[in-house]
């Protein structure tokens, strides 16, 4: 006991920490796509091929990623070039060819963005009505990046939080980052969210979103956090912040010059008798192999804070049994629990990324098979959906008919939770909405419910 009367002061300072040296972050966005060195020697075409690509889509990439994730000798194979490089394939090769001409003709700035926000127009900027539906109010005014789709959960997305340390070319979020400002959804200041949750007790968890609000500085997150420890926020109990900053930007955590206050507004929260849950976004193990992806990892935990993995199922990145196998291992190794295999939605590049259903689901199969118990936590593969979050269970044969079988693991009304439901199987279907009752059914047990719903919200 003695050590700890004598300690220093802040949690931070007790934790042994091997020593690595500062980072500067050094970015690039799709206008500094000449000054990355390590592409330059790929061929002429996918160089233009990432430029047309990049004036649709959001890219980003930053120094660490490519010098210490990439394995360049696998490019263009290499799952994490293909999680952060745009490929061609990316556009409906309609929409290519029209911003490649626009490229080839030396359009000027402004034409290239009206194309840009044109094409962008038709690739679902909002899937799963979240524009229209989640928008909670207090004192009858919208709060803007506030989202309640689920009772015991609220989404908040800090506006100085908008972006990430590299962009990953599958983001359904990709809306937010192409600075189209009426798509945005960043909030509102701390004082709406607290009066917000004051209000809603029956609200447990607040799940801190993005973007990825590890970019912000620690005395934002602070604001925001801090007061939750005052008893009238005793109703939260957990506090998640969903991040891919351990995959992108460990150092975050490290040697950032505010990395030891994060650590130190954990540690606070955790004795102040919160569940701090980090929503770890990764999709390879191949981002788990640094030192300093380790030491973030450890730091983190040191804390008492939990680390939960979770990411789609991506085509090119990931679909893969062995590769989510190697990774839930390694998690489980480091302390991490793997929570969900998500699938990917239908917005943005999905028809370059997107598995049929019953495949991702062949491959969560196969994986787990090959880990222990403790990295069969994860579920999946789960659809976030309309109506909520949907889980492939199965695939089986009941009275000759071939089915998906299927349950809520989150739905907008909890008592479709964990009830098992039944789809006709495809081989080819993506999404929910391209699934059939099965049994001859005309509808799925929640379709008019939901349908209700949608209409009560306007
Ligand atoms: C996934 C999700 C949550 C959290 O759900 P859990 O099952 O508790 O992890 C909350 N809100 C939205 C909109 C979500 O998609
Ligand atoms: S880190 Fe998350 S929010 Fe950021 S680009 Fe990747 S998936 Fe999107």
Request: aromatic residues 12%; hydrophobic residues 40%; glycine residues 6%.
């Given at each position: 006991?003695?050590?700890?009367?004598?300690?220093?002061?802040?949690?931070?300072?007790?934790?042994?920490?091997?020593?690595?040296?500062?980072?500067?972050?050094?970015?690039?966005?799709?206008?500094?796509?000449?000054k990355?060195?390590?592409?330059?020697?790929?061929?002429?075409?996918?160089?233009?091929?990432?430029?047309?690509?990049?004036?649709?889509?959001?890219?980003?990439?930053?120094?660490?990623?490519?010098?210490?994730?990439?394995?360049?000798?696998?490019?263009?194979?290499?799952?994490?070039?293909?999680?952060?490089?745009?490929q061609?394939?990316?556009?409906?090769?309609?929409?290519?060819?029209?911003?490649?001409?626009?490229?080839?003709?030396?359009?000027?700035?402004?034409?290239?963005?009206?194309?840009?926000?044109?094409?962008?127009d038709d690739l679902?900027?909002?899937?799963?009505?979240?524009?229209?539906?989640?928008?909670?109010?207090?004192?009858g005014?919208?709060?803007?990046?506030?989202?309640?789709k689920?009772?015991?959960?609220?989404?908040?997305?800090?506006?100085?939080?908008?972006?990430?340390?590299?962009?990953?070319?599958?983001?359904?979020?990709?809306?937010?980052?192409?600075?189209?400002?009426?798509?945005k959804?960043?909030?509102?200041?701390?004082e709406?969210?607290?009066?917000?949750?004051?209000?809603?007790?029956?609200?447990t968890?607040?799940?801190?979103?993005g973007g990825?609000?590890?970019?912000?500085?620690?005395?934002?997150?602070?604001?925001?956090?801090?007061?939750?420890?005052?008893?009238?926020?005793?109703?939260?109990?957990?506090?998640?912040?969903?991040?891919?900053?351990?995959?992108?930007?460990?150092?975050?955590?490290?040697?950032?010059?505010?990395?030891?206050?994060l650590?130190?507004?954990?540690?606070?929260?955790v004795?102040?008798?919160?569940?701090?849950?980090?929503?770890?976004?990764?999709?390879?193990?191949?981002e788990?192999?640094?030192?300093?992806?380790?030491?973030?990892?450890?730091?983190?935990?040191?804390?008492?804070?939990?680390?939960?993995?979770?990411?789609?199922?991506?085509?090119?990145?990931?679909?893969?049994?062995?590769?989510?196998?190697?990774?839930?291992?390694?998690?489980?190794?480091?302390?991490?629990?793997?929570?969900?295999?998500?699938?990917?939605?239908?917005?943005?590049?999905?028809?370059?990324?997107?598995?049929?259903?019953?495949?991702?689901?062949?491959?969560?199969?196969?994986?787990?098979?090959?880990?222990?118990?403790?990295?069969?936590?994860?579920?999946?593969?789960?659809?976030?959906?309309?109506?909520?979050?949907?889980?492939?269970?199965?695939?089986?044969?009941?009275?000759?008919?071939?089915?998906f079988?299927?349950?809520?693991?989150?739905?907008?009304?909890?008592?479709?939770v964990?009830?098992?439901?039944?789809?006709?199987?495809?081989?080819?279907?993506?999404?929910?909405?391209?699934?059939?009752?099965?049994?001859?059914?005309?509808?799925?047990?929640?379709?008019?419910?939901?349908?209700?719903?949608?209409?009560?919200?306007?």
């Open positions: 006991m003695n050590s700890i009367v004598n300690a220093p002061e802040t949690f931070s300072a007790r934790i042994p920490t091997v020593e690595f040296e500062e980072r500067r972050f050094q970015v690039y966005t799709d206008r500094q796509l000449d990355i060195e390590a592409i330059q020697s790929l061929p002429e075409e996918t160089l233009f091929e990432m430029k047309v690509v990049s004036s649709v889509l959001p890219f980003r990439v930053n120094e660490y990623v490519i010098n210490e994730l990439i394995q360049w000798d696998k490019v263009p194979n290499d799952p994490i070039y293909q999680l952060v490089f745009p061609r394939e990316m556009l409906k090769p309609e929409h290519y060819e029209r911003m490649a001409d626009m490229h080839r003709s030396g359009a000027d700035k402004k034409d290239i963005q009206a194309v840009a926000k044109e094409i962008r679902n900027p909002h899937p799963a009505g979240q524009m229209q539906m989640n928008l909670p109010k207090l004192d005014e919208v709060l803007e990046g506030v989202q309640h689920y009772r015991e959960t609220v989404l908040f997305f800090p506006s100085q939080g908008q972006t990430c340390h590299s962009y990953c070319t599958f983001c359904f979020r990709w809306a937010q980052f192409v600075g189209d400002k009426d798509l959804m960043a909030s509102t200041d701390a709406k969210l607290h009066g917000y949750l004051r209000n809603h007790t029956e609200v968890d607040l799940l801190v979103t990825d609000p590890m970019v912000m500085k620690t005395k934002n997150l602070v604001q925001y956090l801090e007061p939750l420890l005052e008893p009238e926020f005793d109703h939260i109990q957990t506090i998640r912040i969903g991040t891919k900053a351990l995959t992108f930007w460990p150092y975050r955590f490290v040697t950032d010059k505010d990395a030891d206050e650590i130190d507004l954990f540690a606070r929260l004795e102040g008798g919160k569940h701090v849950a980090i929503m770890a976004h990764y999709n390879h193990w191949q788990i192999t640094t030192d300093i992806a380790e030491e973030a990892i450890r730091r983190i935990r040191a804390t008492g804070a939990e680390i939960r993995a979770q990411g789609p199922i991506i085509k090119h990145v990931n679909d893969d049994a062995d590769a989510w196998a190697k990774m839930w291992k390694k998690q489980v190794k480091l302390g991490i629990i793997p929570y969900y295999m998500f699938v990917e939605r239908d917005t943005g590049a999905k028809n370059y990324f997107e598995l049929p259903l019953a495949q991702a689901y062949e491959i969560y199969r196969e994986a787990m098979k090959n880990v222990s118990g403790l990295g069969r936590t994860a579920r999946g593969p789960s659809m976030s959906a309309g109506p909520g979050k949907v889980e492939i269970q199965g695939i089986a044969e009941i009275k000759g008919e071939k089915v079988v299927l349950r809520f693991l989150q739905g907008r009304n909890p008592d479709w964990q009830r098992p439901f039944f789809a006709k199987y495809s081989d080819t279907a993506t999404w929910l909405h391209e699934l059939e009752p099965a049994f001859g059914e005309e509808k799925f047990f929640f379709e008019d419910e939901y349908e209700a719903m949608r209409k009560g919200n306007g």
